[in-house]
């Protein structure tokens, strides 16, 4: 609003990665609210959890009031020296570790993160912003290295994205969004997966009632509706092609993304910036890349129609 001061509101605001659609809240007890979370709730959204994750053992996951706090703890419950970080990715990963005293040092291919001399290695998978999706062979012999996935993309690319598989590998930690899969960004939600030793050490450094009464019982609910989850993959995967079409007919070239997100270049870029915030519609700007605008899906017809208007306009 700053930027465009004389721009139509309300600003529709497609600078996010989360699912314009969310999950309808179910109605939810007054006790949600009104009382602290009992231990068997943690421990039943933990199963779900690892249920919808695929993963064996509901003692390799740690419920957060979402994931960017699990990036923040991650430096302080396993310090390193040297981290290695493939990019150009998620800029927080590399911020957290270096507030942790690490040395970080980005490189650019799976092979330079397998051979980097460090004592963790962190990848987004699929990667954010260009939708990279690494095959994890690679990535198998770990040594005694830490190896950070932040798969909070994964949900809508299928299971065929996810390391979940290679748990309770004593080396690997998963990161999982609930609020962007499921639109409920609000709600602080997120999950690590892990051994269950290293599962263990991050539920201990967050202590008793980490997550919210409510924001246990719609994951829940939501992680066990599964029938949702796969609407939402289609639908979503129907409109990349539309919002693509739009991109391209407003002189960029789409390079990466997801069903989430979609990654465009081209050197229209910052005039296709400027033409959409004066329409009130704000996308992702990059200013290491100026050529680059990163665009969310709207989330109903009007959307569309405006976003469609503002992207063909002369």
């Given at each position: 609003?700053?930027?465009f001061?004389?721009?139509?509101t309300?600003?529709?605001?497609?600078?996010?990665?989360?699912?314009?659609?969310?999950?309808?809240?179910?109605?939810?007890?007054?006790?949600?609210?009104?009382?602290?979370?009992?231990?068997?709730?943690?421990?039943?959204l933990?199963?779900v959890?690892?249920?919808?994750?695929?993963?064996?053992?509901?003692?390799?996951?740690?419920?957060?009031?979402g994931?960017?706090?699990l990036?923040?703890?991650l430096?302080?419950?396993?310090?390193?020296?040297?981290?290695?970080?493939?990019?150009?990715?998620?800029?927080?990963?590399?911020?957290a570790?270096?507030?942790?005293?690490?040395?970080?040092?980005?490189?650019?291919?799976?092979?330079?993160?397998?051979?980097?001399?460090?004592?963790?290695?962190?990848?987004?998978?699929?990667?954010n912003?260009d939708?990279?999706?690494?095959?994890?062979?690679?990535?198998?012999?770990?040594?005694?290295?830490?190896?950070?996935?932040?798969?909070?993309?994964?949900?809508?690319?299928g299971?065929?994205?996810?390391?979940?598989g290679?748990?309770?590998?004593?080396?690997?930690?998963?990161?999982?969004?609930?609020?962007?899969?499921?639109?409920?960004?609000?709600?602080?939600?997120?999950?690590?997966?892990?051994?269950?030793?290293?599962a263990?050490?991050?539920?201990?450094?967050?202590?008793?009632?980490?997550?919210?009464?409510?924001?246990?019982?719609?994951?829940?609910a939501?992680?066990a509706?599964?029938?949702w989850?796969?609407?939402?993959?289609?639908?979503?995967?129907?409109?990349?092609?539309?919002?693509?079409?739009?991109?391209?007919?407003?002189?960029?070239?789409?390079?990466g993304?997801?069903?989430?997100?979609?990654?465009?270049?081209g050197?229209?870029?910052?005039?296709?910036?400027?033409?959409?915030?004066?329409?009130?519609?704000?996308?992702?700007?990059?200013?290491?890349?100026?050529?680059?605008?990163?665009?969310?899906?709207?989330?109903t017809?009007?959307?569309?129609?405006?976003?469609?208007?503002?992207?063909?306009?002369?």
């Open positions: 609003m700053r930027l001061p004389g721009a139509p309300p600003f529709l605001d497609l600078s996010t990665g989360i699912n314009p659609v969310p999950y309808a809240v179910p109605p939810l007890l007054p006790e949600a609210f009104t009382r602290l979370p009992e231990p068997a709730d943690e421990a039943d933990r199963a959890a690892a249920r919808a994750y695929a993963v064996a053992d509901p003692d390799c996951v740690a419920a957060a009031p994931t960017q706090v990036i923040g703890l430096p302080r419950l396993f310090p390193a020296r040297r981290v290695a970080v493939l990019g150009p990715t998620y800029a927080e990963h590399a911020h570790w270096r507030k942790g005293g690490a040395e970080v040092r980005e490189v650019t291919t799976p092979e330079a993160l397998a051979n980097a001399d460090a004592e963790v290695a962190v990848l987004c998978n699929p990667n912003p939708g990279r999706v690494h095959d994890a062979r690679y990535l198998m012999a770990l040594g005694d290295r830490v190896l950070v996935v932040d798969e909070s993309f994964a949900d809508m690319t299971s065929g994205a996810s390391l979940a290679l748990l309770p590998h004593p080396g690997l930690i998963l990161l999982r969004s609930f609020g962007k899969t499921y639109g409920l960004a609000g709600l602080r939600l997120g999950f690590a997966l892990a051994s269950p030793a290293r263990a050490v991050i539920r201990d450094a967050l202590g008793p009632w980490a997550v919210s009464g409510p924001a246990l019982a719609i994951g829940r939501a992680l509706d599964g029938a989850l796969a609407t939402a993959r289609a639908r979503l995967a129907a409109e990349v092609p539309v919002l693509d079409a739009l991109i391209g007919a407003a002189g960029l070239r789409v390079v993304g997801t069903c989430l997100f979609r990654l465009a270049e050197d229209a870029a910052p005039r296709v910036f400027e033409r959409l915030g004066r329409a009130g519609i704000f996308v992702r700007r990059f200013a290491e890349r100026p050529d680059w605008l990163r665009f969310g899906f709207p989330g017809p009007d959307a569309w129609a405006r976003l469609r208007r503002a992207m063909l306009a002369a």
